[in-house]
């Protein structure tokens, strides 16, 4: 068969209307719908995607999630001409993807891709391609206008390759936020920061999302959202079986961030730390231990807390009442020597979990805690530790 001359592109979203743009730029015939209505000012659109794929040799999906991606298919499948072309580049779960590629057989190519808006203006997408090879060589022309190919085994592998590019982008804005909160505490200057941190790891996020990060969001049109971005860690959690970290911080970041799940990946990087108030029953019980004084425990504790380890190779479970009895208003005698640092905090809604390190003289105790929010402050419920000798 000869190289396609027309396409369908369905979902003219941020990714969906550059790829369309970028290949009638190509000189395709390259009609689009959205369900949305959005249109793109260089491409054809319709309001039926039926008109859009009946004459196309190629259907291209460039849509949100699996769950658009079967309601699409399922709504043009009848439409579809025998011999044409599914080119799904949306970024799914591989069961998803397995689904569509033994729904659709031989034509479906599974081409979820790297990269974001302007590298499919530009063509420098990099292209996770899984498809038969005859399917794959007829539709390569169009692949490779819009970047550069690799072949991969199969639907599922492809679109799992996508969460875990995606899992590292995560970590890389997680990463900014944590040097952007770290400077903030230090008092240091937005730009001089930002100058530092161009020259290091994170230097190729940091220059790409400047007017971002330096608080000029409204000169500056996202290009690949926290939505997205919190939807395919999601996605990388649930497929994997595994607990996922940056799932669970870009979910409480969309909770955080007044611009919503709209608001480019970039912003996510500038949410303020937790408020301080969480921290006031931890600092609390750090007082209790370097003073002695029961009395702090019981303001950090709620009354009903028990705390919990093994003590002596065994297992202890304290009312808050035993655990005060062991603490008798005076210092430790190396209390100098002694140190104790608040590790990690996490918040969620009206609950927190916390991490501390405590240097005892010869031992060093990992704490871990569970707060909640409670008459109009913060109380640690339970408080769980590991001893390291």
Known sequence: MTAPHTIAVLGLGRMGAA???????????????????????????????????????VMVLALFDGQACRQVVDRVRDSLRTDAIV?????????????????????????PVLGSVPAAAAGDLQVLAAADQDTLDRVRPVLEALGTVRRV???????????????????????????????????????????????????????????????????????FTIGALAKDMALLAAASNSPLRSAADLADTLADTPAGPEA?????????????????PLRTYIRGHATGDPAHFRDAFLPTAHIEGLRD???VSWRLDDYCALFHGHPAPDEPTRHRRIDSVDVHGTVATAT???????????????????????RIANKAYHRHS
Not at 358 to 377: E, K, M, P, Q, S
């Open 313 to 315: 190779g065994a297992f």
């Open 264 to 280: 480019d990946i970039a912003v996510a990087a500038t949410v303020p730390a937790v408020g301080g108030a969480v921290f006031e």
């Open 19 to 57: 790829i369309a743009t970028r290949l009638a730029d190509r000189g395709w015939d390259v009609v689009g719908w959205t369900r949305s209505g959005r249109t793109a000012d260089a491409v054809e659109t319709t309001a039926d995607p039926n008109d859009a794929v009946a004459k196309a040799d």
């Open 356 to 378: 501390m390190t405590l240097w005892h003289g010869a031992d060093t105790f990992t704490d871990i805690f569970l707060l909640v929010h409670v008459d109009d402050g913060w």
């Open 87 to 111: 080119l799904n580049t949306s970024t799914i779960a591989p069961a998803d993807a397995s689904s569509l590629a033994r729904q659709l057989g031989p034509s479906y190519v599974h081409a």
């Open 153 to 223: 085994d199969d639907a599922a592998t492809a679109a799992a390759l996508k969460l875990i590019a995606n899992s590292s982008l995560a970590g890389a804005v997680l990463a900014l936020r944590d040097a952007l909160r770290q400077a903030d505490a230090l008092g240091l200057p937005r730009a001089q920061v930002l100058d530092v941190l161009e020259l290091g790891q994170l230097g190729g996020l940091v220059a790409r999302k400047r007017s971002f990060l330096a608080g000029q969001r409204a000169a500056a049109r996202a290009e």
